[in-house]
């Protein structure tokens, strides 16, 4: 079963705003990582947040967690064109697998 | 895509034939996973395997086997009894963790290969 849902499915901006996507789960985790796929290809690790943190950086991304609310963020500021791609949360629940979600379909125009 | 490699990176097969999906890795990982991924949808795990010679179940295995008698290759077939086998593959590694299972850091990812069935 998918324990992460993305929101919303499809983004569209355009270059130098700023794109914002949520992921939402239903049971305890240990930890929750972002992923990067453009069309076609492998995912790319993008970033990993502990269940203990509550906001993380690397570069333009922005990642939040809020346990409580059992939900994460993933903020890309000051996008680019090359940021466009499908963006998918996983969630490490404990049972030795990722479980991930159906993914944000991010769009940047030039 | 890290060092890990798919071939072919596009297949056909014809319906009641098994076809056999090639991946294989040099990161020196001892965990090695399998999704699946249909359109606009996410990963869903196929089988997984954390050492030599085992390997688990993970939601969808129905109609797929796998074999892992190296550690650098985990071959997926998807045999006749999968029911709608089109699909896009995507294979996955990772360190073992502390207690000696998958580590649930960071997977890398092969670049998938897109198999279609006739």
């Known amino acids: 079963s998918q324990q992460g849902e993305e929101d919303p499915q499809a983004l569209s901006i355009q270059e130098g705003e700023n794109a914002t996507m949520n992921c939402s789960y239903k049971?305890?985790?240990?930890?929750l990582q972002w992923y990067r796929q453009n069309s076609g290809r492998g995912l790319v690790h993008l970033i990993l947040i502990r269940s203990n943190e509550r906001e993380k950086h690397s570069g333009r991304l922005r990642v939040t967690l809020d346990t409580s609310k059992k939900s994460s963020s993933l903020l890309i500021t000051a996008s680019r064109a090359a940021d466009t791609a499908s963006y998918f949360c996983a969630t490490d629940a404990g049972y030795s697998t990722l479980t991930f979600g159906k993914g944000t379909m991010l769009l940047v125009s030039p | 895509d890290g060092g890990i490699t798919q071939s072919p990176k596009y297949l056909f097969r014809k319906e009641g034939q098994n076809v056999t999906l090639s991946c294989e890795q040099n990161l020196n990982h001892d965990a090695m996973y399998w999704y699946r991924q249909d359109p606009g949808q996410g990963l869903r795990l196929i089988y997984y395997s954390q050492i030599v010679n085992d390997f688990q179940k993970g939601d969808i295995a129905e109609g797929y086997s796998v074999s892992r008698e190296k550690k650098e290759s985990f071959p997926l077939t998807v045999t006749s009894a999968q029911k709608n086998p089109t699909a896009f593959y995507l294979c996955?590694?990772?360190?073992?963790?502390?207690?000696?299972?998958?580590?649930?850091?960071?997977?890398?990812f092969g670049p998938g290969t897109r198999l279609t069935v006739l």
């Open positions: 996955a590694s990772s360190i073992l963790g502390l207690a000696g299972g998958p580590s649930t850091d960071t997977q890398y």
């Open positions: 049971t305890s985790i240990n930890n």
